[in-house]
């Protein structure tokens, strides 16, 4: 084939030029062709791709960020780990397209690089990570750029963002190191001024950090002169107004929040610098009526929907500088009332609320709020610990006081005249038919409609194109328009939620046949017979009068229970007043009028010490002498009445117990040489003169099992028998229970042989002496490690019969008195119970107090729970000198015997903790 002159060159030039384009294309030799394709590739192909999708990252993450400004702003809001992640996808394309630019497009001869977008592929990775908050890696990035590029400015701009890193991740000594060194070098060496207008915004931000207000503050402006971006200096401008608020600078703060008004400042910052300069209103020289008028103007302004909550909370402040508190707290109510998206505003706002009824001592409401404040505070709220302490106090108060209120109404109820009765009864059926007919009136007539609508689907149409020339609705002003006109007509103005549709949600009752649990009122005030009938009736007919008598208490045994119940709230509150709250007046006024309305109460000496103690810490004398008198009249002979005759009581009874403890000891160490008969003597000693309930079923263990050896099997198993039905919630009772167990499997002769290994015996001090299956002694392992093993001697059974059990070390715990509190605290929260506690000594200076039993590992765990809480049980302890967890019959002995403490705590950890 011919081919004509044209064609010919045509073809050869091609084949030139791709000749020509292989050869740039290599990184291997140093020609201007070579550098001018490599930089212009990087440049333009994976650098600028880079760079996009990077930029388009941290538009979207600015997009995303929320700043918090209850708080001071930091000078940079990188966002959460949460909001990084988002933009990640972005960010590792930035990282891929930098890498394949340094990868394929690199130049170095010599040591020197001859792709000047190289280090900017660097740059471009080490921030990508830095925004996915992969600071350490940012780190190592930025540093290989300063080893690389040392002398360039490339080398000032990854130092500082070092300096980032070590910031962000709270490094706040090498922070400052950084900045002073990078601070040192911008005064010798031609450090870039983009890195020099960056240095006073970090070193704020830095100060901000460490609280350091005042450097900051000189910091910020040095950062507005140097920095030119309106949005910089107007975020610069807002920190300086919060700072010099919160120095209580209120003309100053006024004026920056002034220039941040005037600045291009987002929609929410500028409101909320409004709303800062309303709490910075100076009381001396401010037009306070001024202020309270634009507040109330900026309410009005459907553009501020979603910050009403902030602009009740300042005019609540300012209602303050008043002293009005009825206002103060009105505002507040709306405040926390409005609050749908800024949980720190509503936290704010419920959480002062809350104080002022608590200084009031309104309890209800002051539980409410604090209820409120503890369901959006966030977890690093100052004071997060205290707060929620204290509303669980208070949620246990409020409870025991409408038990009280609830059962006195039910009994008032109980005393009207059937008629009256039976009135009240039939007006709440009367009003349940009422609503229920309104209710199907209202779904007929819906029903109505949307048959009407799908027989005339087009109606609606041409009606809304006759407004405003058509188009789509949403499209069309005149439509909506007309659309919210009808919409209020027909249904006036409504929240948007659920069944939005019943103007009276709170009144629809439930027709399910389940049965209903027991409402509790809310309300401060006395409950209303009407509302204690609604509160306790079943759901199986609404119209029949017999759901709402049924829990009304006619008989003397319902009258007896309901009284049992009033008894036992007002017990607890008596104790929640004294030691919750330090409530000493409300306190007594409890105590006294449980006393005056359940003088036979079981409870009625320890009521009685208790306002002795409190009159007597007042000091009220008269009233403390006048308890104390009824004590040693009424109980001369219990160990209240000996303790107010004789100070040293207590010492003397701590020291009978220290001389049964000392002769369990000897006992023990009878036992452990093998004299038997010795520990039969020392055991009817002790059963003859202590009454120990916490040794003597140790002494009565020692014996039987002595019995056995030195007398006959059966006579062992005879006495053990009889100690587990005297003593059924001993912490021995366990170790009893799996000897029984194993004899009662044996044949006689495995009995015989079985009578001469010593069984397992709760020892005072040392080792527990048990035997492992070579027939050599279990080695004791530390008391706690760091040992994350579960091992598998335990079996989870969460149907068995458990106990709760702490450990404590008896060289830092009183355990005595640690048993006195545990026991007070059984008495107050759960009376009702069967609970003992016991206590045992362990290894090396350790005890096991045991608080017994609980059916299940449910009823244990909610025991835990509770008594872990308690401040009362737990403030004299130390975080290293006590474990708490429950445990199970069946692993009680293995526990014991075993001795590994570490890994059961482990095993607790996984299979009830954990769950």
């Known amino acids: 084939m011919r081919f004509s002159r044209f064609t010919r060159f045509i073809i050869i030039a091609v084949v030139l030029a791709g000749t020509a384009l292989m050869y740039s294309c290599s990184t291997k030799k140093n020609t201007f062709t070579r550098r001018t394709y490599h930089n212009l590739t990087t440049h333009y192909n994976v650098y600028w791709n880079g760079n996009e999708s990077f930029k388009q990252g941290v538009s979207d993450l600015n997009a995303a960020i929320r700043d918090n400004y209850n708080k001071i702003l930091p000078v940079f809001n990188y966002g959460t780990p949460e909001e990084a992640k988002k933009v990640s996808t972005r960010m590792d394309r930035a990282i891929e397209k930098a890498t394949i630019g340094i990868r394929r497009h690199s130049m170095v001869f010599k040591s020197k690089e001859y792709n000047k977008w190289i280090d900017d592929c660097f740059m471009l990775i080490g921030k990508a990570q830095f925004y996915k908050q992969d600071y350490n890696s940012a780190r190592r990035t930025f540093g290989q750029v300063m080893t690389e590029y040392a002398g360039k400015p490339v080398y000032y701009e990854a130092l ?34 983009r890195v020099r207008k960056m240095l006073p915004l970090i070193y704020a931000d830095y100060y901000l950090k460490t609280n350091n207000y005042s450097a900051a503050r000189v910091a910020l402006q040095q950062g507005i002169e140097l920095n030119t971006s309106g949005k910089t200096r107007v975020r610069l401008n807002y920190i300086l107004a919060q700072i010099y608020q919160q120095e209580k600078n209120y003309s100053m703060a006024t004026e920056y929040f002034t220039k941040v008004t005037k600045g291009p400042a987002s929609f929410e910052m500028a409101f909320n610098a409004r709303i800062n300069m309303a709490k910075s209103f100076d009381i001396y020289g401010g037009n306070k009526a001024g202020l309270e008028k634009e507040l109330r103007k900026m309410l009005k302004d459907a553009k501020n929907k979603d910050f009403r909550d902030q602009i009740y909370y300042a005019l609540a402040e300012l209602s303050q500088l008043d002293h009005n508190d009825t206002l103060t707290m009105s505002y507040l109510k709306q405040s926390v009332a409005t609050s749908t998206q800024n949980d720190f505003q509503k936290t704010t706002s419920a959480l002062q609320l809350a104080g002022m009824y608590f200084s009031r001592q309104d309890y209800e409401n002051a539980q409410h709020y604090y209820d409120t404040t503890l369901q959006v505070m966030p977890n690093d709220y100052p004071n997060f610990d205290a707060i929620s302490t204290r509303t669980l106090t208070l949620t246990e108060l409020v409870q025991n006081l409408q038990v009280v209120k609830y059962e006195d109404s039910l009994q008032r109820l109980a005393r009207m005249p059937e008629d009256q009765l039976a009135a009240i009864i039939q007006k709440l059926i009367d009003e349940y038919k009422k609503e229920e007919q309104r209710l199907k009136d209202e779904a007929e007539r819906q029903q109505m409609e949307m048959s009407m609508a799908s027989n005339i689907p087009n109606m609606r149409n041409e009606n809304i194109q006759n407004i405003g020339g058509g188009g789509w609705y949403f499209n069309n002003p005149s439509a909506i328009s007309f ?12 929240k948007l939620e659920d069944n939005w549709r019943l103007s009276n949600k709170r009144q629809v009752i439930s027709t399910d046949e389940t049965e209903l649990t027991e409402v509790t009122p809310v309300d401060s005030t006395k409950v209303s017979d009407t509302a204690a009938i609604k509160m306790e009736k079943k759901s199986t007919d609404p119209k029949d009068p017999k759901t709402y008598l049924q829990k009304i208490p006619k008989t003397p045994e319902a009258i007896a229970l309901s009284n049992k119940k009033i008894e036992e709230a007002l017990t607890n509150m008596g104790y929640i007043y004294k030691d919750g709250l330090k409530d000493t007046v409300n306190s007594i006024k409890t105590f006294e009028n449980l006393i005056e309305r359940f003088p036979d109460s079981k409870n009625a000496i320890r009521i009685y010490y208790q306002l002795y103690l409190t009159y007597n810490s007042i000091p009220d004398a008269a009233n403390a002498e006048k308890y104390k008198n009824i004590i040693l009249n009424l109980f001369p002979d219990s160990e209240y009445a000996l303790t107010l005759k004789d100070p040293d009581y207590l010492a003397q009874l701590i020291a009978k117990k220290n001389r049964a403890s000392s002769l369990y000891e000897e006992t023990y160490q009878a036992f452990e040489r093998g004299q ?8 009817d000693e002790a059963t003859s003169t202590f009454k120990d309930k916490d040794l003597l079923p140790r002494f009565e263990y020692l014996k039987a099992v002595s019995q056995g050896k030195i007398i006959s099997t059966d006579t062992m198993i005879v006495s053990l028998n009889k100690l587990l039905q005297k003593y059924p919630s001993s912490p021995v009772a366990p170790l009893v229970q799996e000897i029984l167990q194993k004899y009662s499997k044996q044949t006689t002769s495995a009995t015989a042989q079985a009578t001469n290994t010593t069984p397992a015996s709760p020892k005072p001090q040392g080792t527990v002496p048990a035997q492992n299956q070579s027939g050599g002694p279990v080695q004791t392992e530390y008391i706690f490690t760091s040992d994350t093993v579960v091992p598998d001697i335990y079996k989870f059974n969460p149907k068995q019969t458990h106990f709760f059990i702490m450990m404590v070390d008896q060289n830092q715990v009183n355990v005595n008195a640690m048993k006195v509190r545990i026991s007070d605290f059984d008495l107050k929260n759960f009376p009702n119970e069967n609970i003992t506690v016991n206590a045992i000594v362990l ?14 590992s449910e009823k244990a765990m909610g025991y835990y729970n509770s008594i872990m809480q308690s401040e009362y049980v737990l ?21 014991y015997r075993e001795k590994k403490y570490q890994g059961y705590i482990n095993f607790f950890d996984k299979f009830y903790k954990n769950q």
């Open 160 to 193: 500082l963002w070092i300096v980032q890193c070590n910031l962000q991740q709270k490094k706040y000594e090498e922070t400052l190191v950084k900045l002073e060194e990078l601070d040192g070098l911008a005064t010798k060496e031609p450090v870039p001024f």
């Open 483 to 494: 659309g919210y006109s009808e919409f209020l007509r027909k249904w006036g103005r409504r």
């Open 676 to 683: 038997y008969r010795m520990v039969l003597l020392y055991c």
């Open 843 to 856: 290894d090396n200076g350790w005890q096991m107090i045991t608080v017994s039993s609980f059916g299940n």
């Open 875 to 895: 403030s004299q302890l130390k975080s290293g000198a006590f474990r708490s967890f429950v445990i199970s019959m069946e692993n009680y002995p293995v526990f």
